[in-house]
T-cell receptor
Framework: DTGVSQDPRHKITKRGQNVTFRCDPI?????LYWYRQTLGQGPEFLTY????????KSRLLSDRFSAERPKGSFSTLEIQRTEQGDSAMYLC??????????FGPGTRLTVL | EDKVVQSPLSLVVHEGDTVTLNCSYEVTNFRSLLWYKQEKKAPTFLFML????IEKKSGRLSSILDKKELFSILNITATQTGDSAVYLC???????????FGEGTQLTVNP
């Protein structure tokens, strides 16, 4: 499968714990995006990378959130000191320059 | 701040019906509008529209953009139960790469 992949698909954690998600984009895509989606809403932009450079961050991305794309390939999104309000589907997407974005299956986070 | 409003939020039809989904937007420097279909998983890409009045078509689905009135429609003819999904509309500005999504339209097609 040459699509966008995400790991894990589901994560249940207790409030206050740290979690890390991984995204592997489509191999020839230089742009990688993170979005968050809650029930009944469309995805909300969090951040994006062009190659290894993080070029834009939403104000939704509090200081508890950090994202990296160290070699311009896969990316990780870490949430520190999770809160119940962080429960959501975290979607990763990739694109080749500014054309259509292709989404991965998402990581569903539940914070108890 | 960019804004995307979709209507209706929910729609129930019978197989064979034709549906029209609406998307209106407010964006400072419009670049493109995209439609996605989301079943119980990741959004899958349907169309990207950049020019007014040019219809994009894929099988029973078609879409058109009106940049003067700031809206787009997505038509689905001869609906099938497999068309049941949330249809998302998103816009992108010229200066950035982020997509701003609407809430989506939940379409249910009953047999």
């Amino acid at each position: 499968d040459t699509g966008v992949s995400q790991d894990p698909r589901h994560k249940i954690t207790k409030r206050g714990q740290n979690v890390t998600f991984r995204c592997d984009p489509i191999s020839e895509h230089n742009r990688l995006y993170w979005y968050r989606q809650t029930l009944g809403q469309g995805p909300e932009f969090l951040t994006y990378f062009q190659n290894e450079a993080q070029l834009e961050k939403s104000r939704l991305l509090s200081d508890r959130f950090s994202a990296e794309r160290p070699k311009g390939s896969f990316s990780t999104l870490e949430i520190q000191r999770t809160e119940q309000g962080d429960s959501a589907m975290y979607l990763c997407a990739s694109s080749r320059d500014r054309v259509e974005q292709f989404f991965g299956p998402g990581t569903r986070l539940t914070v108890l | 701040e960019d804004k995307v409003v979709q209507s209706p939020l929910s729609l129930v039809v019978h197989e064979g019906d034709t549906v029209t989904l609406n998307c209106s937007y407010e964006v400072t420097n419009f670049r493109s509008l995209l439609w996605y279909k989301q079943e119980k998983k990741a959004p899958t890409f349907l169309f990207m529209l950049t020019s007014s009045g040019i219809e994009k078509k894929s099988g029973r689905l078609s879409s058109i953009l009106d940049k003067k009135e700031l809206f787009s429609i997505l038509n689905i003819t001869a609906t099938q139960t497999g068309d049941s999904a949330v249809y998302l509309c998103a816009v992108r500005e010229t200066s950035g790469s982020r997509l701003t999504f609407g809430e989506g339209t939940q379409l249910t097609v009953n047999p």
